[in-house]
């Protein structure tokens, strides 16, 4: 079993729609959790950290965790074709560990 | 803040050759860095972890031989490729994380692309 997976897509949302991005991990003391963008051929950048249970707001991101099912997800609302990316998953109890990533497609 | 600057951001020269890659904290101190791999369309490929002062820790499989880590102040860690070969042609990316590792993020340099001819 992984330590962090995610789907790897690709997932098609239209323009304007809601996009979720979902993570599930393995090791049941991890502490923090992050998700990362990547666009094609760039290196990842941070967008969105969590470290309670619930729902964390960023602007038109949502990042959301549930330690209790070893689960965070993303959402992106009012989804645009520059949200078009791989996003990461990465959970971090001393040590990060990054999902494969899933890649998102933004249809106009 | 927490900007990570990696040089150069392309490499292209000569089977043999040795290519080095810089990996810079410009607004934090970074105990520790860590060196990532990535081919085309393919994960995040941790290599080898690298801490100030001391020797770097390698993920099983890669070669420390091979894969040279200097990270001799707070601020900077360089990769060095020996003798590099085509099938050593990748992306090549830094990160590193303000304040040590606990439960910060890591913040990514931009990348160095390597090509072996």
């Known amino acids: 079993q992984k330590e962090v997976e995610q789907n790897s897509g690709p997932l098609s949302v239209p323009e304007g729609a809601i996009a979720s991005l979902n993570c599930t991990y393995s090791?049941?003391?991890?502490?923090?959790f992050f998700w990362y963008r990547q666009y094609s051929g760039k290196s990842p950048e941070l967008i969105m950290f969590?470290?309670?249970?619930g729902d964390k707001e960023d602007g038109r991101f949502t990042a959301q965790l549930n330690k209790a099912s070893q689960y965070v997800s993303l959402l992106i609302r009012d989804s645009q074709p520059s949200d078009s990316a791989t996003y990461l998953c990465?959970?971090?109890?001393?040590?990060?560990?990054f999902g494969a990533g899933t890649r998102l497609t933004v249809k106009p | 803040g927490a900007v990570v600057s990696q040089h150069p951001s392309r490499v292209i020269c000569k089977s043999g050759t040795s290519v080095k890659i810089e990996c810079r904290s410009l607004?934090?101190?970074?105990?520790?860095m860590f060196w990532y791999r990535q081919f085309p369309k393919k994960s995040l490929m941790l290599m080898a972890t690298?801490?100030?002062?001391?020797?770097?820790?390698?993920e099983q499989g890669v070669e420390k031989d091979k894969f040279l880590i200097n990270h001799a102040s707070l601020t900077l860690s360089t990769l060095t490729v020996t003798s590099a070969h085509p099938e050593d042609s990748s992306f090549y990316i830094c990160?590193?994380?303000?304040?040590?590792?606990?439960?910060?993020?890591?913040?990514f340099g931009d990348g160095t692309r390597l090509s072996i001819l």
């Open positions: 969590i470290y309670s249970n």
């Open positions: 090791d049941r003391g991890s502490q923090s």
């Open positions: 690298s801490n100030e002062g001391s020797k770097a820790t390698y």
């Open positions: 990465a959970v971090n109890n001393n040590d990060m560990r």
């Open positions: 990160s590193a994380v303000d304040g040590g590792t606990g439960n910060q993020p890591q913040h």
């Open positions: 607004d934090f101190q970074a105990t520790t």
